[in-house]
């Protein structure tokens, strides 16, 4: 453990310092154990991401770890109908490992799918990936990354050669233009916010914030330019703000012409997107693209940050090709203060595509569909050549898809909800009723998922097992185990290790620590994008967080990408991609006359599993509130307070609603967190829509039409 100075109250001998288990901002924490238990936690001043602050969610982590739903035991169900019984450890694997051999040799490896979690350590997500891809034999290992970053991570790859955020949280404090796009940073990386609201407030005249969002947030509050567009044509806004740049001659043209493919092709549709088209299809004026377009232009170092709103969209990848475009075209890239710089949702979703948690994907970034990759990771596993399948496997949504028509019969789900966090449930829960095996492994029980569950295997939590997590600008951080598990709960990577010496393959997973898991996918990295193998959890306990790449133990990691303009691509150039405005799947119409977008909001994470059982935030936002436009809760007779009844093609929900200008006309927004165990009416996933983008294989989460019908009138 790293020695910490402390000030004030901080007691050194008792604070421990490591990384907060919430979101992708990656926050260092520093965190109190009296008796084996986490009593405090507070931000740690020394981590680079967050020097000192913290948000609410990090300060109420010591009650939600001991709560009377942690999952103590192994239970199986021996068949369907029958209930859950606690059986020892070796009994639960070999169950599981018997059925799997079964499922195996009667229908293949294909059979059987594996859906993880971006709140995995890198070691478990390595593991898995192992033990999936070379010793089951399929790729069909994915995870709730996909339903958050997929889009982000194809858009990367597509644009500059490889996945990996080029900037840093440094770049904050050094951009003189912000443009905000489909996240409400205030509420969802609370501390990225702060951040950026001190940068905006130490130079208001200099630094400009612009946020594109329907919803007027606590982020656009900060904004300069809140531009409310309609929802889902952000390609036709960042299409007509590059038209105007390149009216305006604004363009970086040395460094397009030196550094950069495919501009003239692109030029040609971007000159069919005048702001006059972009505000028609936006719906703002075309006053505010050209001001919003001449504000980044003329920056001095302009940072894109985005999340979901850009990337839960059918046309997620191009979404995210049409703002590289403009970083590229304006040169706004591998410079200080300057690039495009996605906000990760999950505090490892960024280690889990390094280590090939996306069923297209191998460690190191490497592709399935690479036969030269193949063979180097068949060499690292000393696994036979040719043992690695080359297709892609099913992605998250796919592996239900294929639950329920019998394509996929078995699934273990680790550390995730996806019956409460995916989209369309009715789907979900059909896949996994039908399913002939659910493993489930996870550190409480009920939730949504683990009703379902065959198998139940109990996790340890943060902080009850040690690991490293990447956080949003590629910053490793080693999180050591603070206190032991409750009851037989097992840390991930051993209940993966001992799954693999049930199934005979002992010697590729011995009892490893979690020290030299990590250094066997390090080397693996070697030589690739995202390479740390200079990185050690020894090294990372004694000097602290560190960014990638580290391709050597001397290396001092390296804060931003592409500072020499040479991308990763066969000719070294960024790519530009012509992409062009499309409607959401599902456009409004007389049945459904408003679009629902969904996301989170500031007390909550994910599917309330452990925000929900903190008294403190559970009772800040104890139930979701749907909001709703002044106009259009006049025209559905609806007053604010009353509790209304949204119906999609798939489903309804319940919920009260706050009636407000605060929310762009023609669109209502719902928080996702509440599942079905919360109440059944709850639950936006009984609303949204299982179409996705075709290259990310992202769903579209944020908008499906809806309609709305007031059932009882506000409590007063
Ligand atoms: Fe944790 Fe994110 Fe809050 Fe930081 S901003 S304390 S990482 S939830």
């Known amino acids: 453990m790293r020695p910490r100075d402390a000030s004030g109250d901080v007691d050194t001998a008792a604070w421990r310092s490591t990384m907060c288990p919430y979101c992708g901002v990656g926050c260092g924490l520093l965190v109190q154990v009296r008796d084996g238990r986490v009593t405090k936690v507070r931000g740690d001043p020394a981590h680079p991401a967050n020097l000192g602050d913290i948000c ?17 035991h192994p239970q199986i169900r021996v068949r369907r109908g029958a209930e859950l019984e606690r059986v020892p450890w070796e009994l639960a694997l070999r169950f599981t490992a018997d059925r799997m051999r079964e499922i195996i040799t009667a229908h293949g490896p294909d059979a059987v799918a594996f859906y993880a979690s971006g709140q995995l350590l890198t070691e478990e997500y390595y593991l898995g990936s192992k033990l999936a891809r070379g010793f089951v034999g399929t790729n069909n290992f994915d995870t709730n990354s996909r339903l958050c970053m997929a889009s982000a991570a194809a858009g990367y790859a597509r644009s500059l050669g490889s996945d990996g955020p080029p900037a840093s949280y440094q770049d904050i404090d050094l951009a003189d233009c912000f443009l905000l796009l489909g996240t409400n940073t205030a509420d969802c990386h609370p501390v990225t916010f702060k951040r950026i609201r001190r940068r905006k407030l130490q130079a208001p005249d200099d630094v400009t914030v612009m946020v594109v969002d329907p919803r007027w947030t606590e982020t656009a509050d900060l904004a300069d330019l809140h531009l409310s567009l309609r929802p889902g044509s952000d390609i036709a806004l960042l299409n007509a703000m590059l038209h105007v740049l390149w009216r305006e001659g604004l363009l970086d043209t040395r460094f397009v012409a030196e550094h950069t493919t495919g501009w003239e092709g692109l030029r040609a549709v971007i000159e069919r997107y005048p702001p006059e088209r972009g505000a028609a299809l936006t719906g703002l004026s075309r006053e505010v693209i050209v001001t919003a377009a001449l504000r980044f232009g003329r920056a001095r170092a302009a940072l894109s940050l985005w999340s979901m709103g850009i990337n839960q969209s059918h ?39 390094e280590t090939g948690g996306l069923a297209h994907l191998l460690p190191g970034y490497r592709l399935v569909s690479d036969a030269a990759a193949r063979a180097a990771v068949e060499r690292h596993w000393a696994i036979p050549a040719g043992r690695l399948p080359s297709t892609p496997g099913r992605s998250a949504l796919e592996i239900f898809e294929g639950l329920a028509r019998d394509e996929v019969r078995a699934v273990w789900i680790m550390c995730t909800n996806p019956a409460a966090s995916m989209p369309d449930l009715d789907l979900v829960e059909k896949a996994l009723r039908q399913a002939e095996l659910v493993v489930v492994q996870d550190a409480y029980h009920p939730t949504e998922t683990t009703r379902f569950a065959d198998v139940l295997l109990p996790a340890a939590q943060w902080p009850e097992k040690d690991g490293v997590m990447t956080n949003s600008e590629r910053r490793l951080t080693y999180l050591p185990k603070l206190v032991d598990p409750p009851g037989e709960a097992l840390p991930d990577a051993v209940i993966l290790t001992r799954f693999a010496h049930e199934m005979g393959w002992k010697e590729a997973f011995p009892c490893a620590s979690t020290a030299e898991i990590f250094d066997e996918f390090a080397s693996l990295t070697a030589g690739t994008v995202c390479d740390y193998s200079g990185v050690s959890h020894v090294r990372l306990q004694a000097d602290g967080p560190v960014q990638w790449p580290v391709p050597a133990p001397d290396h001092p990691g390296t804060t931003r990408l592409y500072t020499d303009a040479v991308f990763p691509t066969p000719d070294g150039r960024a790519r530009f991609l012509v992409v062009e405005h499309a409607e959401p799947l599902e456009s409004p119409d007389a049945s459904f006359p408003l679009v629902l977008t969904t996301g989170r909001v500031r007390d909550h994470w994910h599917t309330l ?108």
């Open 56 to 72: 609410a969610k990090a300060v109420h982590l010591p009650p939600i770890l001991g709560t009377a739903d942690r999952l103590r």
């Open 315 to 353: 046309v997620g990848t191009d979404k995210n090709a049409a703002i590289i475009n403009l970083h590229l075209a304006t040169g706004q890239i591998g410079r200080p203060g300057a690039g495009p710089f996605s906000l990760t949702g999950q505090p490892n979703a960024m280690g889990g595509r």
């Open 609 to 716: 599993t452990r925000t929900g059982k903190s008294p403190a935030l559970a009772s800040r936002t104890p139930e979701p509130i749907l909001e709703v436009n002044l106009g259009d809760a006049r025209r559905a007779g609806i007053q604010d307070g009353d509790f209304v009844e949204v119906t999609s093609r798939r489903g309804k929900v319940v919920a009260q609603c706050r009636v407000s200008a605060a929310i762009r006309e023609g669109t209502c927004f719902l928080p996702f967190h509440w599942g079905r165990q919360a109440g059944f009416y709850k639950s936006a996933n009984n609303l949204t829509l299982s179409g996705r983008d075709p290259v990310s294989h992202q769903p579209e989460l944020k908008a499906c039409a809806v309609r709305l019908r007031r059932v009882a009138e506000a409590i007063t």
